[in-house]
Protein backbone atom coordinates (compact mmCIF):
# COMPACT_ATOMS: atom_id res chain seq x y z
CA UNK A 1 0.00 0.00 0.00
CA UNK A 2 1.13 3.25 -0.88
CA UNK A 3 0.76 6.25 1.37
CA UNK A 4 0.61 9.87 0.91
CA UNK A 5 0.32 12.37 3.59
CA UNK A 6 -0.86 16.19 3.08
CA UNK A 7 -1.75 19.22 4.72
CA UNK A 8 0.80 20.60 6.68
CA UNK A 9 1.63 23.79 6.59
CA UNK A 10 2.41 27.20 8.92
CA UNK A 11 0.20 28.55 11.91
CA UNK A 12 0.81 30.01 14.86
CA UNK A 13 0.26 29.01 18.24
CA UNK A 14 -3.34 28.09 18.86
CA UNK A 15 -4.35 27.28 15.76
CA UNK A 16 -5.84 24.46 13.72
CA UNK A 17 -4.68 21.82 10.91
CA UNK A 18 -5.98 19.04 9.20
CA UNK A 19 -3.81 16.52 7.94
CA UNK A 20 -5.03 13.44 5.85
CA UNK A 21 -3.19 10.54 5.06
CA UNK A 22 -4.48 9.02 1.07
CA UNK A 23 -3.25 5.56 0.50
CA UNK A 24 -3.78 3.59 -2.46
CA UNK A 25 -2.75 0.08 -3.52
CA UNK A 26 -4.83 -1.78 -1.43
CA UNK A 27 -7.61 -0.70 1.20
CA UNK A 28 -6.63 0.52 4.62
CA UNK A 29 -9.27 -1.31 6.42
CA UNK A 30 -6.70 -4.40 6.93
CA UNK A 31 -4.29 -2.19 8.63
CA UNK A 32 -4.15 -0.30 11.77
CA UNK A 33 -3.03 3.50 11.41
CA UNK A 34 -0.49 5.67 13.11
CA UNK A 35 0.63 9.12 12.53
CA UNK A 36 3.95 9.75 14.40
CA UNK A 37 6.59 13.18 13.88
CA UNK A 38 10.03 13.58 13.86
CA UNK A 39 11.77 16.86 15.16
CA UNK A 40 15.12 18.41 13.77
CA UNK A 41 17.64 16.02 15.82
CA UNK A 42 15.05 14.23 17.54
CA UNK A 43 13.81 11.04 17.40
CA UNK A 44 10.87 9.69 15.44
CA UNK A 45 8.05 9.76 17.94
CA UNK A 46 4.41 8.36 18.52
CA UNK A 47 2.11 10.42 18.09
CA UNK A 48 -1.60 8.85 17.45
CA UNK A 49 -3.09 5.05 16.51
CA UNK A 50 -6.37 3.65 15.45
CA UNK A 51 -7.13 0.18 15.29
CA UNK A 52 -8.59 -0.88 12.00
CA UNK A 53 -11.82 -1.24 13.19
CA UNK A 54 -12.03 2.53 13.98
CA UNK A 55 -13.43 1.73 17.50
CA UNK A 56 -10.46 2.38 19.39
CA UNK A 57 -7.87 5.08 19.32
CA UNK A 58 -4.49 5.94 21.20
CA UNK A 59 -2.33 8.92 21.89
CA UNK A 60 0.35 10.61 22.98
CA UNK A 61 0.01 12.29 26.40
CA UNK A 62 1.16 15.45 25.51
CA UNK A 63 -1.60 15.99 22.60
CA UNK A 64 -4.23 13.72 24.73
CA UNK A 65 -7.39 16.47 24.12
CA UNK A 66 -5.85 18.22 21.64
CA UNK A 67 -5.62 16.03 19.06
CA UNK A 68 -8.12 13.37 16.91
CA UNK A 69 -7.50 10.61 14.86
CA UNK A 70 -9.88 9.19 12.25
CA UNK A 71 -10.47 7.00 9.48
CA UNK A 72 -12.28 7.01 6.46
CA UNK A 73 -12.19 3.54 5.06
CA UNK A 74 -14.15 3.90 2.22
CA UNK A 75 -12.34 7.09 0.83
CA UNK A 76 -9.35 4.79 2.09
CA UNK A 77 -7.90 7.56 3.89
CA UNK A 78 -6.65 8.35 7.43
CA UNK A 79 -7.09 11.95 9.48
CA UNK A 80 -5.08 14.16 12.22
CA UNK A 81 -7.33 17.08 13.43
CA UNK A 82 -4.75 19.37 15.39
CA UNK A 83 -6.34 22.45 17.35
CA UNK A 84 -4.64 24.04 20.06
CA UNK A 85 -1.59 23.95 18.42
CA UNK A 86 2.33 24.49 20.15
CA UNK A 87 5.43 25.39 19.19
CA UNK A 88 6.69 22.36 20.09
CA UNK A 89 4.57 20.66 18.05
CA UNK A 90 6.75 21.31 15.09
CA UNK A 91 7.85 18.51 13.18
CA UNK A 92 7.34 16.51 9.95
CA UNK A 93 4.75 14.52 9.79
CA UNK A 94 4.37 10.78 8.99
CA UNK A 95 1.36 8.62 8.71
CA UNK A 96 2.18 4.74 8.90
CA UNK A 97 0.16 1.08 8.82
CA UNK A 98 0.57 -2.50 9.18
CA UNK A 99 -0.85 -5.01 11.37
CA UNK A 100 0.24 -3.98 14.86
CA UNK A 101 0.14 -5.57 17.78
CA UNK A 102 -1.65 -3.32 20.87
CA UNK A 103 1.26 -3.53 23.02
CA UNK A 104 3.62 -2.13 19.62
CA UNK A 105 1.40 -0.02 18.27
CA UNK A 106 3.24 3.90 19.69
CA UNK A 107 6.31 1.47 18.40
CA UNK A 108 7.13 3.17 14.43
CA UNK A 109 9.59 0.04 13.96
CA UNK A 110 6.16 -2.47 13.67
CA UNK A 111 5.04 -0.63 10.98
CA UNK A 112 6.06 -1.30 7.01
CA UNK A 113 3.85 0.72 5.07
CA UNK A 114 4.79 5.09 5.30
CA UNK A 115 3.84 8.00 3.91
CA UNK A 116 6.88 10.91 2.62
CA UNK A 117 5.73 12.93 5.96
CA UNK A 118 4.57 16.79 6.07
CA UNK A 119 5.55 19.68 7.68
CA UNK A 120 4.26 21.23 10.68
CA UNK A 121 5.24 24.55 11.97
CA UNK A 122 3.81 26.03 15.00
CA UNK A 123 5.37 29.88 15.20
CA UNK A 124 4.91 31.42 19.00
Known amino acids: VQLQASGGGMVQAGGSLRLSCAASGRTISHYDMGWFRQAPGKEREFVAA????????YYKDSVKGRFTISRDNAKNTVYLQMNSLKPEDTAVYYC??????????????????WGQGTLVTVSS
Open 96 to 113: AGDTVTLSGIANPHLYHY
Open 50 to 57: IRRSGSNT
